[in-house]
């Protein structure tokens, strides 16, 4: 994504992502009893028995899976991941409380899940998690080959908000899903937005014509793919190009100019690398 970065800056990045998670936990999660999966959400129910502060919890409870990781993958395997659990317990012990949602359960599962989908999706874009289920997920996954590490992550947490329900309700639960939601959603565009792109693959009499047109008037390229519709028999060609999500409309058009009735198929392609997208 950045071309020769010094690591410095990634852990700069993978902090910042951390402290605003934990601004998330903070004020946003622990004060309405919103448990959302994750070493974090066992903190906030720890907290509503013992009142130990979550900064706390999630440091002791990260430790022993820090030492088995280490163990037995190596540090290498652990250190952005450990700086980055270092940096969220340490942002759940100075980040200020702000009461920012009071009691509303829809304003902190929604906002909660913004703004904590933003600081996931920054440590994820750095290849670093924040310990607890991901990398317990990741330990299991030695002993149950057969599962990924994404399977036993959702059992893990699934299991952490039925607790958190038994604890604040169901009522809380069902508003801790909704944060989740948002989470996953707004961390999977930071990690996927750059990459977006759309892909046409274009069935025309006139196919020449048309990718003339995508190669000269756009600019990009295109392939031309064998093929043979089933019903005539016929040998045609398939044209496949990628092009970016503003000049799909302009495809529309070309084709539309050369040939009103070809089969055009459009989707979504989540990462495209090589010239004229994303450079290895």
């Known amino acids: 994504m950045f071309k020769n970065r010094p690591a410095y800056v990634d852990y700069l990045l993978i902090i910042t992502g951390a402290f605003i998670m934990g601004f998330a ?14 070493v974090s959400g066992i903190a906030i129910i720890l907290k509503s028995y013992t009142g130990i502060p979550l900064w706390v ?13 280490w163990r037995l993958q190596g540090f290498a ?43 996931a999706g920054l440590v994820f874009l750095l290849q670093a998690t924040t310990g607890g289920t991901d990398l317990l997920a990741a330990l299991i996954r030695r002993k149950l080959k057969q599962y990924s590490i994404a399977q036993i992550m959702q059992v893990l947490d699934g299991i952490i908000v039925l607790a958190g329900a038994s604890v604040f309700g169901m009522t809380r639960a ?12 707004v961390s999977d565009g930071i990690l996927e937005g750059m990459k977006f792109s759309k892909q046409a693959l274009i069935i025309s009499d006139k196919s020449d014509e048309i990718a003339q047109a995508i190669l000269y008037g756009l600019d990009r390229g295109v392939t031309a793919i064998p093929a043979v519709g089933m019903y005539s028999g016929n040998p045609k060609k398939m044209l496949f190009c990628v092009v970016s ?13 050369h040939d009103p ?9 989540r990462e495209v690398l090589g010239e004229g997208f994303i450079e290895y």
Request: with cysteine.
């Open 25 to 38: 936990i903070k004020n946003m999660y622990d004060p309405v009893g919103l448990v959302t999966g994750g």
């Open 261 to 269: 009735k070809a089969f055009v198929i459009m989707s979504d392609v």
């Open 245 to 257: 999500r503003k000049e799909i409309v302009r495809i529309r058009e070309l084709v539309w100019e």
């Open 174 to 185: 069902f508003y801790a899903c909704i944060a989740i939601f948002m989470v996953s959603k």
């Open 57 to 69: 919890s999630n440091t002791v409870l990260n430790i022993p899976l820090f030492f088995i990781a």
């Open 77 to 119: 395997f652990i250190k952005r991941t450990m700086a980055a659990t270092a940096a969220l317990s340490l942002s759940l012990y100075v980040v200020p409380e702000i009461n920012l949602v009071a009691d509303d359960l829809l304003l902190a599962g929604l906002y909660g899940g913004i703004v904590s989908g933003v600081g």
